[in-house]
């Protein structure tokens, strides 16, 4: 297809990845604000400085070491192609380590006594 | 003389006096940062909302922006197929600071999409979208002083993308269960 010939690799990798981690600090972002358990990974304070973090830090990064940005690269439909590819990606990643993270602080907050096994005769 | 080219002399004519300004306009107009930042807004607003009726507005504004946007560039690219407006730096002594893109001038389609995805943004959140029509509009200002568009090309762009929202926000009645749907759809595969 035209519009996904990907005629700059290199800055397609790039944006993905800026997209990819920007959009993990945006869900963390608003799960914080809005109080979801189910996406947020620490408690909410917690999780907006790292999402703000996350998210400065992408485009302090692609900005830094993309030299190409002002010269005809990505063309619209790759942009879509590959920001939405970011989000199909960031979203389960982000609610498998939300889902994790709860695992570990559930098993961490256990009693000790429920953790270890009875030992057998 | 065209009142636009004037003011768009006018406005470019200020590149290389303040270096800070053209940083600054060099960061706001390329093609990565507003566009991408107006998306992750929708991403934002996508996931926000404490409460289940919450959400749903709030998916519901998403799904409305971008019908919107795509109606937005099936506008856009209509005109385009009609009318082709050479971009500044063809007819005029420009001073750029962007690369020279080919398609028609007039309208603005990356204007068009800002101010679609602002639009868009305030129908879930009020301050957020007037903090994304700040942006774009400074985005609309950088396209012109780069030496990108004509001042008209982005005010088309911008009633073009808000106008657009506009209209889905009407036929609401028609949008609302083809949003409901793919929220729906949405949520079964845990991305909502």
């Known amino acids: 297809m035209e519009l996904l010939h990907f005629d700059s690799p290199t800055q397609a990798v790039h944006y993905f990845i800026l997209c990819f981690s920007s959009i993990l600090g945006v869900i963390q972002v608003s799960a914080a604000r809005s109080r979801r358990r189910d996406l947020l990974w620490l408690d909410a304070r917690a999780s907006i400085i790292f999402g703000t973090l996350a998210i400065a830090a992408s485009f302090v990064w692609f900005f830094l070491t993309d030299e190409e940005i002002f010269v005809p690269g990505l063309a619209g439909g790759e942009f879509i192609a590959i920001f939405v590819a970011a989000v199909i990606t960031a979203v389960p990643i982000s609610r498998a380590i939300s889902f994790l993270l709860a695992r570990v602080r559930v098993i961490a907050a256990s009693p000790r006594s429920v953790r270890v096994k009875e030992p057998t005769l | 003389m065209n009142p636009d080219v004037i003011l768009f002399r006018a406005m470019n004519s200020f590149v290389g006096t303040v270096p800070l300004v053209d940083a600054l306009t060099r960061a706001i107009v390329n093609d990565y940062a507003v566009p991408t930042i107006m998306a992750l807004a929708l991403v934002g607003i996508w996931f926000s909302g404490s409460e289940i009726n919450e959400q749903q507005t709030n998916q519901r504004a998403v799904v409305a922006t971008l019908i919107a946007f795509t109606l937005a560039l099936a506008i856009v690219k209509d005109i385009w197929n009609i009318y082709y407006r050479p971009r500044p730096f063809s007819s005029e002594e420009v001073k750029l600071l962007f690369y020279r893109p080919t398609m028609s001038s007039f309208p603005s389609l990356p204007v068009a999409m800002a101010f679609c995805f602002a639009s868009g943004g305030r ?58 749907r793919a929220i729906a759809l949405a949520r079964r595969f845990n991305f909502a």
């Open chain 2, 123 to 180: 129908l879930a959140n009020r301050r957020l979208g007037l903090a994304l029509y700040v942006l774009a509009t400074l985005f609309a200002i950088a396209r012109v002083y780069a030496g990108v568009h004509y001042p008209l090309d982005v005010i088309a762009g911008a009633f073009i993308g808000a106008g657009a929202v506009q209209i889905v926000v009407r036929l609401a009645h028609i949008a609302n269960p083809f949003a409901d």
